[in-house]
């Protein structure tokens, strides 16, 4: 430990007040940290253990003129940021997939990574994603949370269907639709006592989970009133748009100001085409699967709704399926074009404080 105070003081001697920058590896249990002078090109290196007070009170001491600390997103999540940040740090957090890579092999560890993020970072190379207060990432966990809980509901009729299926059994008239009596008539249905246990337990799933999206809806209104009322009914006035699709949006978006484009949005959802051209050949544009996963999914559900039932949106969609006789790129046009116009008509309405807000979105 005293080996590497003193790289470290014999560091910050050397670079005297040249700007540094900062790259992390960051795991659950160390950190790996990378020292990088941009004027000279220095680098020192060293493992911590992780913890984010320690660490901010540790560079606070270094003595050097730290210009930019950088790391990669994982598990680990945005509270170094925000603790760094509270520090009085300026901190940018990298999307894995926006660094750029080698195409030949060449040697990786933690150390390395580190480097490689200062050094990348001081060249201009790197680019940051927003990073959300607790309140917001709050918020975004618990919409996340009713989306999967609601996947695995629809996963869980799937399987009863098709163990009914499997075993020969009749269904009742009441799983067509999943209504109340859905549940009491499986119960009640006429099999052996084995088949009975694996149904039963197929069955008590079924109703937690329902239990659970009833549970997460009513978190989630409650937390949507205090943190976004007004610009949850603005989103929900365009017809198609209902408080899934509005609640996933400002999730997802969580500070939809941050945009400055139309452009912007769009290819954060993975909704924008991305033109392929090289020497003479004719450019092609395709949507690639990037960006928002979640929240594209819903909104290409919601922009079927807006089709049907607003005629502006129909009328897009035909021209888009006239071009090229095909009803999935017709309603990607149409949910590019909804993205859009819920962008704007959320950036209309200025945000609101949001202190207590994760409070209130855990409360009953």
Not at 24 to 50: I, M, N, R, W
Not at 93 to 110: E, L, Q
Not at 146 to 159: D, L
């Amino acid at each position: 430990m005293v080996k590497k105070a003193t790289r470290l003081a014999r560091f910050a001697e050397a670079v005297e007040d040249q700007p540094v920058v900062v790259g992390f590896d960051v795991h659950k249990k160390t950190y790996s940290v990378a020292l990088f002078s941009s004027q000279d090109g220095q680098v020192e290196s060293y493992t911590c253990p992780a913890g984010e007070a320690a660490l901010a009170a540790q560079l606070s001491g270094l003595g050097c003129s730290i210009e930019h600390i950088v790391y990669e997103t994982g598990p680990t999540g945005f509270a170094l940021a925000r603790t760094l940040m509270a520090a009085g740090f300026k901190v940018s957090v990298i999307a894995a997939s926006r660094i750029p890579r080698g195409y030949a092999a060449a040697a990786k560890n933690d150390r390395l990574d580190a480097v490689k993020l200062a050094t990348y970072f001081a060249r201009g190379l790197l680019h940051s994603v927003a990073i959300p207060t607790v309140e917001q990432e709050g918020y975004r966990a618990l919409v996340r949370r009713r989306k999967r809980v609601a996947e695995s509901r629809g996963k869980i009729k799937q399987k009863i269907k098709g163990f009914l299926l499997a075993s020969g059994i009749g269904e009742p008239q009441s799983i067509q639709k999943w209504s109340l009596a859905a549940s009491a008539d499986l119960s009640a249905l006429d099999m052996p006592p084995e088949h009975r246990m694996s149904l039963a337990s197929m069955v008590r799933e079924y109703l937690f989970l329902l239990s659970e999206d009833k549970m997460l809806r009513a978190e989630i209104r409650t937390a949507t009133k205090r943190m976004h009322a007004e610009r949850f009914a603005h989103l929900t006035s365009v017809v198609g748009v209902g408080e899934t699709a509005a609640s996933n949006f400002l999730a997802e978006l969580f500070s939809p100001e941050r945009f400055n484009r139309p452009e912007e949005v769009t290819s954060y959802l993975g909704l924008a085409p991305v033109v392929s051209q090289s020497g003479g050949s004719q450019a092609r544009a395709r949507i690639r699967p990037v960006g928002q996963k979640r929240l594209r999914g819903i909104l290409i559900e919601a922009a079927w709704q807006w089709t049907w039932r607003d005629p502006e949106a129909k009328e897009l969609y035909n021209r888009h399926f006239a071009k090229h006789g095909i009803g999935q790129k017709a309603i990607v046009a149409v949910a590019r074009k909804l993205a859009i116009k819920l962008w704007r008509m959320a950036v209309e309405i200025p945000p609101v404080s949001m202190e207590g807000a994760a409070r209130g979105a855990w409360s009953g």
